[in-house]
């Protein structure tokens, strides 16, 4: 039962309520016009006096059970009110509960992926710094090796250079040698 039923169920209880109040008055008239009635009837007085008292014990008695009744209905239905505000008070605080437990295990979810996600991104930026420090040393080693074989390569081009200037010396004294030769005859 909701908050409106709960209303709603309060509303009935005060209508019922007048309608006891409304019904007490009129069992005090019907008590009161019998009452009237006796005392002007036609009847000797002692009579008259005994049917009064009866009456009135009768009329007592029964104000007497309806306002038992009435107080019964009363105390039931503050005790059922009661009752279902309890429950609608322990169903709101069960349903704020499940909503704070779920928001928790949101927020732990939330908290995780951010945690994957900086362990990947972290990961991810030792990943390229090695990449950086192997191409580094890569490029040192390149580097190396070039000026190595750049020196080689220079000593090999000095060695062919004198062995070609060499060449050329020989070749230049042959073709001198050749060229006195050929003055000679002429």
Known sequence: MGLFDYLEEKRNEAARRRRIKEASKIATGIALGALGGILFAP??????????????????????????????????????????????????????????????????????????????????AEDIKKDVDKTTENVKDTAKDAKEDLKDAANEAGKDIKKSSENIKETVKDTSKKVEKENKKY
Do not use: C, H, P, W
Not at 49 to 78: G, P, Y
């Open 43 to 124: 009847q000797e007085g002692k009579k008259t006096r005994q049917e009064i008292v009866e009456k009135s014990k009768e009329a007592a008695e029964q104000a007497k059970e309806a306002a038992l009744d009435a107080r019964d209905t009363v105390e039931f239905k503050a005790y059922q009110a009661g009752e279902q505000a309890k429950k609608t008070y322990s169903d709101l605080r069960n349903i704020a509960m499940d909503k704070k437990l779920q928001f928790d295990e949101d927020v732990e979810v939330a908290k995780a992926k951010a945690d994957a996600i900086g362990d990947v991104l972290k990961s991810g």
